[in-house]
């Protein structure tokens, strides 16, 4: 006996349609062989379906379904590690993975003592310290405009000095900025001490220590700057022209003017005995005149970081001899006029 529904429909319901699936009833076989159960074989290094009875290729560029990611890892089998940013060489044998614990915890302060327990469990306290290290030479490598090279040099620097053991006892700070004086030299973008020293504020004195220590320690060759200005370390007046010629905003034909009379004045033996940065900015103001750009000598002398009476100095020993540093064809083209030079200042 057949009960009645309830709620009758008002219209029959419709037929459910059949789930999308492929035809089993379509088979690939070869055009060649004519084999009814054929072995097909997928290259996805050059996107080929191919036959391995007879060779011949089925179809092209097959989209290749595998994992995305490759492995030139010397160990056997697959590095499927997709997570993580690139290995620092500089971080060698460190674990290069950080945990980032959140800073909601609703006021209660959970989350501070979370993160000061997970960077004790994670780092050591050498490894502590030569991160903190690492920090302050990008810090001031930034502050010095300086290139991302000369700071990773002197981070190969402080961590070999680090693993040696060469400057124990000596402040963090003079450490860190004797290898970034370093590696502006060896880098070939010098800095002068005293650059260094108002960057770093650290003493002339305990940086010339830790420097001539790491320089006999990593047995360093002088570079081109060093062996212009002797094994003293520091930078040739040629190098600093550059940079305070830009300061100044010089024309380039002033630079060039400074090289050749510096050049000159050391063949002739003249101020000899003077740092680099007073030969640099007397011979900034000797060229200034010469060639009659204006230029005040209390300018010259912001930017070289030297007094004026030193600047005067170098610019009377120059005016003294200033017929063996004026090339005659400088004068033949009337580039320079002799007679721009004051006298009063020479005396």
């Avoid at 097959?62 to 290995?87: C, I, K, M, Q």
Wanted: hydrophobic content about 40%.
């Amino acid at each position: 006996m057949a009960y009645p529904k309830p709620f009758p429909l008002a219209s029959p319901p419709k037929p459910q349609q059949a789930a999308f699936a492929p035809d089993l009833s379509v088979r690939l076989i070869c055009l060649d062989c004519r084999d009814p159960n054929p072995t097909i074989i997928e290259e996805f290094g050059a996107g080929d379906l191919v036959c391995a009875g007879c060779g011949l290729v089925l179809g092209d560029r097959v989209v290749d379904t595998r994992s995305e990611w490759r492995t030139f890892a010397n160990d056997e089998g697959d590095d499927p590690s997709r997570v993580g940013a690139a290995a620092d060489p500089l971080m060698e044998g460190m674990e290069q993975l950080d945990t980032i614990i959140g800073f909601k915890d609703g006021g209660t302060g959970i989350a501070r003592e979370l993160q000061r327990a997970a960077t004790r469990s994670q780092n050591s306290r050498s490894e502590r310290n030569l991160l903190s290290a690492f920090r302050d030479i990008s810090s001031w490598c930034d502050q010095f405009s300086l290139p991302k090279t000369i700071s990773d040099i002197a981070k190969q620097l402080y961590k070999r000095a680090d693993e040696e053991k060469l400057l124990r006892g000596k402040p963090l700070d003079a450490v860190i900025a004797a290898c970034i004086f370093i590696a502006c030299r060896q880098a070939h973008v010098p800095r002068t001490f005293r650059e260094i020293c108002n960057l770093t504020h650290v003493s002339k004195k305990v940086l010339g220590q830790c420097y001539k220590a790491l320089e006999q320690a990593f047995n360093l060759t002088p570079g081109s700057s060093a062996a212009r200005a002797g094994a003293t370390g520091v930078a040739g007046p040629e190098d600093l022209l550059v940079r305070y010629c830009n300061h100044l905003d010089l024309p380039p034909h002033v630079q060039a003017i400074c090289k050749d009379i510096i050049v000159a004045a050391r063949e002739h033996g003249i101020a000899d005995g003077r740092s680099p940065v007073s030969i640099a900015g007397g011979a900034i103001y000797f060229a200034c005149l010469l060639l009659g750009v204006p230029k005040a000598v209390k300018d010259i002398s912001m930017v070289a970081g030297v007094s004026e009476g030193t600047i005067k100095l170098v610019y009377r020993l120059y005016y003294a001899d200033r017929q063996k540093l004026v090339k005659e064809e400088w004068i033949k083209e009337g580039k320079v006029n002799m007679d721009r030079l004051p006298v009063e200042t020479a005396k």
